[in-house]
Protein backbone atom coordinates (compact mmCIF):
# COMPACT_ATOMS: atom_id res chain seq x y z
CA UNK A 1 0.00 0.00 0.00
CA UNK A 2 2.64 2.55 0.99
CA UNK A 3 4.53 1.53 -2.29
CA UNK A 4 1.49 2.15 -4.02
CA UNK A 5 1.23 5.29 -2.67
CA UNK A 6 4.91 6.12 -3.08
CA UNK A 7 4.53 5.58 -7.11
CA UNK A 8 1.15 8.03 -7.11
CA UNK A 9 3.06 10.38 -5.48
CA UNK A 10 5.91 10.40 -8.05
CA UNK A 11 3.75 10.09 -11.26
CA UNK A 12 1.40 13.22 -9.87
CA UNK A 13 5.02 15.55 -8.60
CA UNK A 14 5.64 14.69 -12.27
CA UNK A 15 2.57 15.29 -14.34
CA UNK A 16 2.24 18.73 -11.93
CA UNK A 17 6.33 19.52 -13.24
CA UNK A 18 5.22 18.72 -16.97
CA UNK A 19 1.46 20.67 -16.53
CA UNK A 20 3.99 23.64 -15.11
CA UNK A 21 6.44 23.57 -18.10
CA UNK A 22 3.64 23.49 -20.59
CA UNK A 23 1.87 26.88 -18.85
CA UNK A 24 4.87 28.49 -18.96
CA UNK A 25 5.46 27.99 -22.76
CA UNK A 26 2.15 28.33 -23.19
CA UNK A 27 2.37 31.98 -21.52
CA UNK A 28 5.56 32.63 -23.52
CA UNK A 29 7.90 32.21 -20.60
CA UNK A 30 10.94 29.51 -21.43
CA UNK A 31 12.74 27.27 -18.27
CA UNK A 32 16.04 26.86 -19.03
CA UNK A 33 17.77 24.56 -16.44
CA UNK A 34 16.26 24.77 -12.73
CA UNK A 35 16.81 27.97 -11.69
CA UNK A 36 16.23 30.48 -14.71
CA UNK A 37 14.24 31.26 -17.79
CA UNK A 38 13.35 33.65 -20.73
CA UNK A 39 10.56 35.37 -20.93
CA UNK A 40 9.99 36.05 -24.72
CA UNK A 41 7.19 38.26 -24.67
CA UNK A 42 8.76 40.66 -22.03
CA UNK A 43 12.52 40.60 -23.72
CA UNK A 44 13.88 39.17 -20.01
CA UNK A 45 16.07 36.74 -18.99
CA UNK A 46 15.74 36.12 -14.95
CA UNK A 47 17.44 33.39 -12.61
CA UNK A 48 17.94 32.93 -9.18
CA UNK A 49 20.57 32.21 -6.78
CA UNK A 50 20.88 31.03 -3.29
CA UNK A 51 23.33 32.45 -0.81
CA UNK A 52 24.43 31.16 2.70
CA UNK A 53 25.60 32.89 5.72
CA UNK A 54 29.18 32.12 6.60
CA UNK A 55 29.42 30.01 9.45
CA UNK A 56 32.25 32.12 11.65
CA UNK A 57 30.01 35.07 11.27
CA UNK A 58 28.76 35.82 14.31
CA UNK A 59 26.62 38.97 13.95
CA UNK A 60 23.07 38.10 11.88
CA UNK A 61 23.45 41.66 10.10
CA UNK A 62 26.41 41.17 8.68
CA UNK A 63 25.93 37.60 8.06
CA UNK A 64 22.54 38.34 6.31
CA UNK A 65 24.13 40.92 4.05
CA UNK A 66 26.70 37.97 2.98
CA UNK A 67 24.84 36.02 2.42
CA UNK A 68 22.74 38.10 0.03
CA UNK A 69 25.72 39.24 -1.44
CA UNK A 70 26.72 35.28 -2.32
CA UNK A 71 23.59 34.66 -3.48
CA UNK A 72 23.20 37.71 -5.75
CA UNK A 73 26.84 36.13 -7.58
CA UNK A 74 24.80 32.50 -7.71
CA UNK A 75 22.14 34.04 -9.48
CA UNK A 76 24.38 35.76 -11.68
CA UNK A 77 26.36 32.95 -12.91
CA UNK A 78 22.94 31.36 -13.12
CA UNK A 79 21.45 33.82 -15.92
CA UNK A 80 24.84 33.24 -17.69
CA UNK A 81 23.27 29.37 -18.24
CA UNK A 82 20.42 31.29 -19.05
CA UNK A 83 21.90 33.62 -21.53
CA UNK A 84 23.69 29.87 -22.88
CA UNK A 85 20.20 28.47 -23.60
CA UNK A 86 19.04 31.67 -25.92
CA UNK A 87 18.55 30.80 -29.24
CA UNK A 88 19.45 33.54 -31.93
CA UNK A 89 17.48 31.62 -34.63
CA UNK A 90 16.26 28.19 -35.41
CA UNK A 91 19.99 26.44 -35.41
CA UNK A 92 22.25 29.06 -33.65
CA UNK A 93 22.44 28.92 -29.65
CA UNK A 94 24.75 31.10 -27.85
CA UNK A 95 26.27 28.11 -26.14
CA UNK A 96 27.52 26.75 -29.27
CA UNK A 97 29.81 30.40 -29.36
CA UNK A 98 30.75 29.96 -25.74
CA UNK A 99 32.65 27.04 -25.14
CA UNK A 100 34.54 27.77 -28.54
CA UNK A 101 34.98 31.31 -27.33
CA UNK A 102 36.41 32.31 -23.60
CA UNK A 103 36.56 35.90 -24.64
CA UNK A 104 32.64 36.11 -25.64
CA UNK A 105 32.27 34.16 -22.27
CA UNK A 106 33.82 36.90 -19.98
CA UNK A 107 32.59 40.04 -22.06
CA UNK A 108 28.93 38.39 -21.82
CA UNK A 109 29.88 37.85 -17.86
CA UNK A 110 31.08 41.57 -18.08
CA UNK A 111 27.56 42.57 -19.51
CA UNK A 112 25.79 40.67 -16.42
CA UNK A 113 27.47 42.38 -13.73
CA UNK A 114 25.20 45.13 -14.53
CA UNK A 115 21.64 42.67 -14.22
CA UNK A 116 18.98 44.39 -11.86
CA UNK A 117 18.19 42.17 -8.97
CA UNK A 118 14.23 41.82 -8.75
CA UNK A 119 14.35 40.73 -5.09
CA UNK A 120 15.52 38.90 -2.57
CA UNK A 121 13.76 36.83 0.70
CA UNK A 122 15.09 34.97 3.64
CA UNK A 123 14.60 31.14 3.54
CA UNK A 124 13.64 29.30 6.74
CA UNK A 125 17.42 27.98 7.01
CA UNK A 126 19.29 31.30 6.97
CA UNK A 127 20.23 31.51 3.51
CA UNK A 128 19.29 33.92 0.95
CA UNK A 129 17.32 33.91 -2.13
CA UNK A 130 18.02 36.56 -4.93
CA UNK A 131 16.48 36.75 -8.59
CA UNK A 132 18.31 38.93 -10.72
CA UNK A 133 17.07 40.04 -14.54
CA UNK A 134 18.36 41.52 -17.65
CA UNK A 135 16.35 42.88 -20.94
CA UNK A 136 17.56 40.83 -24.07
CA UNK A 137 17.55 44.07 -25.84
CA UNK A 138 20.15 46.86 -25.69
CA UNK A 139 23.81 45.96 -24.11
CA UNK A 140 22.83 42.21 -24.84
CA UNK A 141 21.47 41.86 -27.43
CA UNK A 142 24.48 44.21 -29.21
CA UNK A 143 26.64 41.82 -27.84
CA UNK A 144 25.38 38.36 -29.00
CA UNK A 145 24.03 40.03 -32.48
CA UNK A 146 27.68 40.80 -32.59
CA UNK A 147 29.03 37.36 -31.61
CA UNK A 148 26.90 35.95 -34.46
CA UNK A 149 28.30 38.45 -37.09
CA UNK A 150 31.60 37.59 -35.83
CA UNK A 151 31.62 33.83 -35.60
CA UNK A 152 28.79 33.37 -38.57
CA UNK A 153 26.23 35.80 -39.76
CA UNK A 154 28.56 37.91 -42.15
CA UNK A 155 29.97 35.33 -44.19
CA UNK A 156 26.21 33.57 -44.58
CA UNK A 157 24.65 36.70 -45.33
CA UNK A 158 27.47 37.80 -47.75
CA UNK A 159 26.01 35.89 -50.84
CA UNK A 160 22.77 37.19 -50.47
CA UNK A 161 23.90 41.13 -50.07
CA UNK A 162 26.73 40.38 -52.71
CA UNK A 163 23.76 39.69 -54.86
CA UNK A 164 21.66 42.52 -54.09
CA UNK A 165 24.43 44.80 -54.53
CA UNK A 166 25.48 43.74 -58.34
CA UNK A 167 21.96 43.77 -59.30
CA UNK A 168 22.11 48.06 -57.79
CA UNK A 169 25.45 48.34 -59.72
CA UNK A 170 23.96 47.10 -62.90
CA UNK A 171 21.04 49.30 -62.67
CA UNK A 172 22.86 52.25 -61.62
CA UNK A 173 25.22 51.63 -64.47
CA UNK A 174 22.53 51.35 -66.97
CA UNK A 175 21.13 54.35 -65.73
CA UNK A 176 24.58 56.17 -66.16
CA UNK A 177 24.65 55.10 -69.25
CA UNK A 178 21.25 56.41 -70.47
CA UNK A 179 22.37 59.43 -69.07
CA UNK A 180 25.62 59.65 -70.52
CA UNK A 181 24.40 59.02 -74.27
CA UNK A 182 21.12 61.51 -73.21
CA UNK A 183 23.87 64.58 -72.51
CA UNK A 184 25.93 63.84 -75.48
CA UNK A 185 22.95 63.86 -77.87
CA UNK A 186 21.76 66.78 -76.15
CA UNK A 187 25.50 68.60 -76.34
CA UNK A 188 25.87 67.77 -80.15
CA UNK A 189 22.73 69.37 -80.72
CA UNK A 190 23.00 71.61 -79.32
CA UNK A 191 26.25 72.71 -80.94
CA UNK A 192 24.51 71.88 -83.96
CA UNK A 193 21.71 74.42 -83.63
CA UNK A 194 23.91 76.87 -82.22
CA UNK A 195 25.83 76.55 -85.72
CA UNK A 196 22.57 77.01 -87.82
CA UNK A 197 21.86 80.45 -85.62
CA UNK A 198 25.04 81.31 -86.80
CA UNK A 199 25.09 80.98 -90.31
CA UNK A 200 21.17 81.85 -90.37
CA UNK A 201 22.23 84.99 -88.28
CA UNK A 202 25.58 85.77 -90.61
CA UNK A 203 23.35 84.63 -94.01
CA UNK A 204 20.65 87.60 -92.91
CA UNK A 205 23.28 90.17 -91.94
CA UNK A 206 24.82 89.51 -95.23
CA UNK A 207 21.73 89.90 -97.44
CA UNK A 208 20.86 93.12 -95.15
CA UNK A 209 24.31 94.50 -95.49
CA UNK A 210 24.65 93.52 -99.37
CA UNK A 211 22.28 94.19 -101.66
CA UNK A 212 23.27 94.56 -104.74
CA UNK A 213 25.99 92.09 -104.07
CA UNK A 214 23.16 89.48 -103.99
CA UNK A 215 21.45 90.59 -106.47
CA UNK A 216 24.07 91.11 -109.47
CA UNK A 217 24.36 87.17 -107.96
CA UNK A 218 21.06 86.51 -108.24
CA UNK A 219 19.81 88.81 -111.04
CA UNK A 220 16.60 86.36 -111.27
CA UNK A 221 13.70 86.39 -109.22
CA UNK A 222 13.14 83.19 -109.05
CA UNK A 223 16.30 82.63 -108.05
CA UNK A 224 16.19 85.05 -104.53
CA UNK A 225 12.90 83.26 -104.14
CA UNK A 226 14.65 80.06 -103.85
CA UNK A 227 17.13 81.75 -101.36
CA UNK A 228 14.88 82.98 -99.27
CA UNK A 229 12.96 78.87 -99.55
CA UNK A 230 16.03 77.73 -98.45
CA UNK A 231 16.45 79.95 -95.48
CA UNK A 232 12.69 79.56 -94.07
CA UNK A 233 13.93 75.52 -94.76
CA UNK A 234 16.73 76.32 -92.19
CA UNK A 235 14.90 78.43 -89.83
CA UNK A 236 12.25 75.11 -89.97
CA UNK A 237 14.78 72.79 -89.10
CA UNK A 238 16.62 75.07 -86.67
CA UNK A 239 12.69 74.97 -84.70
CA UNK A 240 12.19 71.04 -84.91
CA UNK A 241 16.30 70.83 -83.70
CA UNK A 242 15.25 73.10 -80.74
CA UNK A 243 11.90 70.77 -79.81
CA UNK A 244 14.37 67.66 -79.98
CA UNK A 245 16.50 69.27 -77.82
CA UNK A 246 14.18 70.09 -75.30
CA UNK A 247 12.73 66.37 -75.33
CA UNK A 248 16.12 65.54 -74.84
CA UNK A 249 17.08 67.83 -72.04
CA UNK A 250 14.02 66.99 -69.95
CA UNK A 251 14.30 63.12 -70.36
CA UNK A 252 17.81 64.07 -68.73
CA UNK A 253 16.28 65.78 -65.91
CA UNK A 254 14.00 62.99 -65.33
CA UNK A 255 17.22 60.64 -64.80
CA UNK A 256 18.86 63.14 -62.55
CA UNK A 257 15.72 63.91 -60.76
CA UNK A 258 13.24 61.28 -61.21
CA UNK A 259 9.43 62.03 -60.35
CA UNK A 260 8.11 60.14 -57.29
CA UNK A 261 4.74 59.89 -58.65
CA UNK A 262 5.46 58.93 -62.08
CA UNK A 263 7.44 55.60 -60.23
CA UNK A 264 4.23 54.81 -58.60
CA UNK A 265 2.23 52.28 -60.70
CA UNK A 266 -1.16 53.19 -62.50
CA UNK A 267 -2.33 50.33 -60.94
CA UNK A 268 -4.68 50.05 -57.82
CA UNK A 269 -3.01 52.04 -55.19
CA UNK A 270 -1.27 49.96 -52.55
CA UNK A 271 -1.97 50.09 -48.94
CA UNK A 272 0.56 51.24 -46.48
CA UNK A 273 0.64 48.72 -44.39
CA UNK A 274 2.59 50.34 -41.17
CA UNK A 275 3.73 46.81 -39.43
CA UNK A 276 3.24 43.23 -39.47
CA UNK A 277 1.48 40.99 -37.26
CA UNK A 278 1.68 37.28 -37.15
CA UNK A 279 -0.44 34.65 -35.73
CA UNK A 280 1.88 31.64 -35.16
CA UNK A 281 -0.03 29.78 -32.40
CA UNK A 282 -0.93 25.88 -33.22
CA UNK A 283 1.89 25.65 -35.48
CA UNK A 284 4.46 24.26 -32.59
CA UNK A 285 6.77 27.60 -33.31
CA UNK A 286 9.25 28.12 -30.38
CA UNK A 287 10.33 31.79 -29.92
CA UNK A 288 14.25 33.45 -30.65
CA UNK A 289 16.00 36.52 -31.00
CA UNK A 290 16.40 36.51 -34.68
CA UNK A 291 13.63 33.74 -36.28
CA UNK A 292 13.23 33.62 -40.25
CA UNK A 293 10.42 34.61 -41.77
CA UNK A 294 9.30 32.50 -45.30
CA UNK A 295 6.74 32.97 -47.78
CA UNK A 296 6.94 30.73 -51.21
CA UNK A 297 10.21 29.10 -49.72
CA UNK A 298 11.73 32.32 -49.89
CA UNK A 299 13.45 34.21 -47.09
CA UNK A 300 11.17 37.77 -46.39
CA UNK A 301 12.06 38.61 -43.29
CA UNK A 302 15.01 39.46 -41.95
CA UNK A 303 16.51 40.59 -45.27
CA UNK A 304 19.69 42.39 -46.22
CA UNK A 305 18.40 46.10 -45.77
CA UNK A 306 17.80 45.27 -41.73
CA UNK A 307 18.15 48.64 -39.63
CA UNK A 308 20.65 46.51 -37.18
CA UNK A 309 20.70 49.76 -34.86
CA UNK A 310 17.07 49.28 -34.82
CA UNK A 311 16.93 45.68 -33.85
CA UNK A 312 19.70 45.67 -31.11
CA UNK A 313 17.82 48.67 -29.92
CA UNK A 314 14.40 47.28 -29.76
CA UNK A 315 15.15 43.43 -31.12
CA UNK A 316 13.95 41.70 -34.32
CA UNK A 317 10.81 40.59 -33.22
CA UNK A 318 8.68 41.53 -30.61
CA UNK A 319 6.55 38.50 -29.10
CA UNK A 320 2.53 38.92 -27.84
CA UNK A 321 -0.27 36.72 -26.59
CA UNK A 322 -2.63 38.29 -28.06
CA UNK A 323 -3.71 39.72 -31.41
CA UNK A 324 -5.60 42.84 -30.04
CA UNK A 325 -2.59 43.63 -27.45
CA UNK A 326 -0.29 43.63 -30.77
CA UNK A 327 -2.96 46.09 -32.72
CA UNK A 328 -2.64 48.36 -30.15
CA UNK A 329 1.22 48.68 -29.66
CA UNK A 330 3.37 51.21 -31.47
CA UNK A 331 5.54 48.80 -32.83
CA UNK A 332 2.50 47.49 -35.18
CA UNK A 333 1.69 51.28 -36.09
CA UNK A 334 -1.92 52.56 -37.15
CA UNK A 335 -2.74 50.28 -39.57
CA UNK A 336 -0.72 46.23 -39.54
CA UNK A 337 -0.78 44.12 -42.29
CA UNK A 338 -2.17 40.86 -40.02
CA UNK A 339 -1.82 37.35 -41.90
CA UNK A 340 -1.47 33.86 -40.11
CA UNK A 341 1.79 31.27 -40.48
CA UNK A 342 1.07 28.11 -42.15
CA UNK A 343 3.85 26.11 -40.58
CA UNK A 344 7.08 26.09 -38.62
CA UNK A 345 9.97 25.95 -41.77
CA UNK A 346 13.58 24.64 -40.90
CA UNK A 347 13.21 24.01 -37.60
CA UNK A 348 10.81 24.68 -34.90
CA UNK A 349 11.86 28.31 -34.86
CA UNK A 350 11.53 29.64 -37.97
CA UNK A 351 7.73 30.46 -40.14
CA UNK A 352 6.51 29.45 -43.14
CA UNK A 353 3.92 32.39 -44.28
CA UNK A 354 0.67 31.04 -46.93
CA UNK A 355 1.44 31.66 -49.94
CA UNK A 356 -1.38 34.51 -50.67
CA UNK A 357 0.86 37.02 -48.55
CA UNK A 358 4.02 36.63 -50.66
CA UNK A 359 3.02 39.15 -53.69
CA UNK A 360 1.75 41.74 -50.59
CA UNK A 361 5.28 41.38 -48.49
CA UNK A 362 7.23 41.46 -51.99
CA UNK A 363 6.04 44.66 -52.93
CA UNK A 364 6.55 45.76 -48.75
CA UNK A 365 9.87 44.84 -49.63
CA UNK A 366 10.58 46.90 -52.59
CA UNK A 367 9.66 49.98 -51.20
CA UNK A 368 12.30 52.18 -49.75
CA UNK A 369 12.23 52.48 -46.29
CA UNK A 370 9.58 49.94 -45.89
CA UNK A 371 8.68 48.89 -42.41
CA UNK A 372 10.10 45.31 -42.52
CA UNK A 373 13.57 46.75 -42.47
CA UNK A 374 12.83 48.96 -39.42
CA UNK A 375 11.91 45.65 -37.36
CA UNK A 376 8.12 46.32 -37.43
CA UNK A 377 7.24 42.73 -37.12
CA UNK A 378 4.96 41.04 -34.25
CA UNK A 379 4.66 37.03 -33.61
CA UNK A 380 1.59 35.88 -31.74
CA UNK A 381 2.81 32.94 -29.40
Not at 208 to 215: C, D, G, K, R, Y
Not at 334 to 341: Q, V
Amino acid sequence: MKNRLKVLIIILLFLSLICFTASARDSGIEPIGDFGNINWVDQIITAKGLGFPPDNISDPVRAKILAHRAAVVVAQRNLLEVVNGVHIDSTTLVENWMIKDETATSKVKGVLRNATVENSRQLSDGSIEATVSMPLSGELAKLLLGLEGQKAGLAAATPEIITRLNELEQRINALENKMSGLQKISYEQEQLISLFQQMVIAWRDYVTQSPMLINTDYQDNNQIQRLSKKIEQYESRLTSFSNRLNIMAKRVASLESPDKKALTPKSRPLVKYTGLIIDCRKTGFRPCLKPKIYSNQELIYPGANIDLNEAIKNGYIRYYRKISQAQKSSRSGTLPLTIKAKSTYKGNRSLLLKNDSYKILKTILAAPNNFLASCKVILII
